[in-house]
């Protein structure tokens, strides 16, 4: 993990903060914070940075509800805007976990910290066939979570299954049915984000398999827009906080910036 500095005059340097002992594809900062940061890695190991501190707290290393001993390669991390406290990871099983800053036991090695609430659609507890590369916040607190050869989904808070999810008892999942989800893009060959989009998150976004950015109202799921972005998988999507402007990625060596500027309606490619 390193923090890049720009220099008058256009230089830029970067020191290293962290590390992970295997890939880590995500980083979460607190929203309101220039300090706060938080990372995950394959490693299943959640840090917490403070820019002004030396050093970073390893908060928890994630492992499997079903066997203790295995750890959940982690491939996404983000932060409630509502509440700076809570934050929710995603990786290499079929579980969102959301943990509690305050009541987290800041031993990294220990495999004691269950999460306060956990998400996953009905049709997948228990399956072990999938896992998540994706999951992004709204200002409302919604949680926008994209599984591997998989849909989107759409959760509320009040869909959690508690703490530990595999004895949800079967009246509990009831509150899943009205679950939003959204289809047409391909999220199997690589750690593909997934984000909101518009001044109050109309708007629901995702790369794909086949080089597009697809764009869906996050209301009703309708798909609004395809949008040809690499010449092989759109991996990488970023909002800009403030303006907007959006950031796409994938295998092709350029970022692609993109903003609203037509005023005709276009028409979805034939896909």
């Known amino acids: 993990v390193r923090v890049g500095q720009l220099k008058q005059g256009g230089g830029f340097t970067t020191k290293q903060i962290g590390e ?13 914070s220039p300090h706060i940061l938080y990372s995950c890695g394959e490693d299943g190991l959640v840090q917490h940075f403070d820019l002004r501190s030396d050093s970073p707290t390893k908060l928890l290393t994630c492992y499997s509800f079903s066997n203790r001993r295995r750890r959940v390669r982690l491939n996404t991390i983000a932060i409630d805007p509502q509440n700076p406290n809570y934050f929710s990871i995603g990786g290499s099983d ?58 989107i989904y759409l959760f509320e808070n009040y869909m959690g299954l508690g703490p530990n999810p595999e004895s949800t008892q079967p009246e509990h999942l009831d509150k899943l049915e009205q679950l939003q989800s959204y289809s047409g893009h391909r999220n199997f060959r690589t750690v593909k984000g997934v984000s909101f989009f518009g001044p109050n998150n109309e708007y629901v976004l995702s790369g794909s398999d086949c080089g597009h950015v697809f764009i869906w109202r ?25 303006f907007p402007f959006l950031a796409t990625s994938g295998i092709d060596s350029t970022i692609k910036i993109w903003t609203p500027s037509s005023s005709k309606v276009m028409q979805l490619p034939q896909y």
């Open 20 to 32: 992970h002992h295997d890939r880590a594809h995500k980083m979460a900062l607190e929203p309101g």
């Open 94 to 151: 079929e579980y969102v976990r959301l943990y509690d800053f305050r009541k987290i036991n800041l031993d990294s090695s220990s495999n004691m910290n269950l999460p306060v609430d956990t998400f996953c659609p009905e049709h997948l507890l228990m399956g072990g066939k999938v896992h998540i590369t994706g999951i992004a916040y709204s200002y409302s607190s919604e949680l926008l979570v994209s599984y591997n050869d998989e849909l």
């Open 218 to 242: 996050k209301n009703g799921g309708e798909l609004m827009r395809i949008m040809r972005g690499d010449k092989h998988i759109v991996n990488c999507i970023e909002p800009h906080p403030h």
